[in-house]
């Protein structure tokens, strides 16, 4: 059983470094899909860091995708949704909500995990877990890593038999995550997250002027927004700037 993201083809990472696109509507959807991003994040960078957009936007979103792959005769898009912030204790809700999410045929299903309270946050993630197991639903949780991450967290991660698990930040103002907390942390993180059949995502405001310290990190994609937008991650995709990403990405 997957839970986690869908496959992506095993190039090294010296080679290339995948890139998780993150949209907040159809338009978007299409325009990173035709520059040739391999997944596709939804949500709404209006409301907050994993934003969830409204489940009729999330459906016409995956429509619109599977539509154009087919036309266009292209290998399957990736398409990965937030849940939305909520609090890690609200687990009943958050799992309804993965359910609601699910339904709109995406791949994935993001949620959070605020570090500001670790027991609920481990409760969180067991949830998780065993919500994954018993409906098949592919569920990544997104470690939120601002003010770091606990060992607990992490524990609880590699024990939930996830197929793939993110690092983000909540305050994308404050610079990337690469700025946010030390390389050695970060490769630290990665290498005792990653496992067999455990993908790795860094996301969190990265810029292209990031790409040497995530090369060098080797995680095995990287989420972006900011960097392809025109100024403010709230605004619409900037064409030149997204082709220029995935150019420096290999």
């Keep these: 059983m997957n839970t986690g993201l869908a496959a992506i083809d095993p190039l090294p990472l010296a080679t290339r470094l995948h890139a998780l696109v993150s949209v907040r509507d ?11 991003v391999d997944t596709i994040d939804l949500k709404d960078p ?17 429509a619109a995708l599977r539509g154009w792959a087919g036309d266009m005769s292209v290998n399957a898009i990736s398409i990965s949704a937030t849940v939305g912030d909520w609090p890690a204790a ?73 197929a793939a698990v993110m690092l983000d930040t909540a305050d994308k103002r404050g ?9 050695a942390e970060l490769a630290a993180w990665v290498e005792a997250l990653r496992g067999p059949g455990m993908r790795v995502g860094l996301a969190g405001a990265l810029m292209p002027a990031d790409i040497p310290a995530l090369r060098a990190l080797s995680p095995d994609y990287a989420g972006f927004r900011s960097a392809v937008c025109a100024g403010d991650r709230r605004l619409g995709l900037d064409a030149g700037r997204l082709a220029a990403l995935l150019v420096a990405l290999g």
């Design 26 to 36: 159809v338009a978007e959807a299409l325009q990173a899909a035709a520059a040739g």
């Design 46 to 62: 209006s409301d907050g860091a994993l934003g969830g957009l409204p489940l009729p936007v999330i459906a016409a979103i995956v």
């Design 175 to 183: 610079g990337s995550l690469l700025q946010r907390r030390p390389a």
């Design 90 to 162: 609200a687990r009943a809700a958050i799992l309804r909500r993965v359910d609601r999410v699910a339904a709109c045929g995406v791949d994935q299903v993001k949620v959070g995990t605020s570090m500001h309270d670790v027991d609920a946050a481990v409760a969180l993630i067991d949830a998780l877990a065993a919500h994954a197991r018993s409906t098949g639903i592919a569920i990544v949780p997104v470690l939120i890593a601002d003010d770091g991450i606990a060992s607990a967290c992490i524990a609880a991660v590699r024990r939930g038999g996830f």
